[in-house]
């Protein structure tokens, strides 16, 4: 929350040291100091646990950019429903040609326009209102806010375990009204090695609104 640039992290609400939050050394905005990327992200958690385990090549200050092969889809469905339905709505992922060891993002939303419970009936930490379809291994973090739902994965012990294509998170929903776009910001993903890997994000929308309408092809 600090900003984007590796030492601007204690401004927020960490109090330890940026760089060892930065595990992985990738120090983001040093050159130049304008660089808007994030460099604290889900790949320093990676790099955090291969440290513990003996094996510190993530940490030496020459990781990889988070710029080659195809990008990680990380996208929001459309789902349709009326003022007072509850809806399940799906955050779908393509991980492209990347193996995918560790995910953090946020799930913006109008709290207006759609209601979630931060209900958490069995105190696993996690809300009901959140169902999870991850690997065996995979530990989840949620800190629900007003209109925001924050949400880590990653493996925090060896062989590290990898999210698979398909529904990670869904999210229920009550729709008051007309709905809300649902976004998604934040969003970053890290390898087995504690590389940032690239990314892209898709919202969606869910409501009244989200009717889509398909008009017949007519061809001569």
Do not use: K
């Not at 979630?116 to 973090?141: C, E, M, N, R, S």
């Not at 590389?195 to 919202?203: C, E, F, G, K, V």
Request: proline letters at 7%; glycine letters at 12%; hydrophobic letters at 40%.
């Amino acid at each position: 929350d600090g900003g984007p640039n590796w030492w601007e992290i204690y401004n927020g609400a960490y109090a330890g040291s940026p760089i060892g939050c930065d595990s992985n050394a990738s120090r983001n905005g040093i050159t130049p100091v304008t660089n808007p990327v994030a460099s604290v992200t889900s790949a320093d958690i990676i790099c955090t646990v291969l440290i513990f385990f003996g094996d510190a090549t993530c940490a030496n200050g020459t990781v990889q950019a988070a710029g080659s092969g195809t990008p990680a889809l990380l996208r929001v469905a459309d789902v349709h429903g009326e003022a007072g339905a509850q809806v399940q709505v799906p955050i779908v992922l393509t991980g492209g040609n990347q193996t995918i060891a560790a995910a953090s993002f946020t799930i913006a939303y109008d709290s207006s326009q759609l209601t979630f419970d931060p209900t958490d009936g069995d105190g696993d930490g996690i809300p009901d209102a959140l169902t999870f379809a991850l690997p065996a291994g995979v530990q989840t973090w949620v800190r629900v806010e007003e209109g925001a739902i924050r949400i880590a994965l990653a493996g925090l012990r060896l062989p590290l375990p990898h999210l698979a294509d398909g529904t990670p998170v869904t999210v229920t929903f009550q729709v008051n009204a007309t709905g809300s776009t649902v976004t998604l910001r934040d969003a970053s993903f890290g390898d087995a090695q504690g590389n940032p890997l690239p990314a892209i994000t898709q919202d969606g929308s869910v409501g009244s609104q989200a009717i889509q309408l398909f008009l017949p092809l007519i061809t001569r």
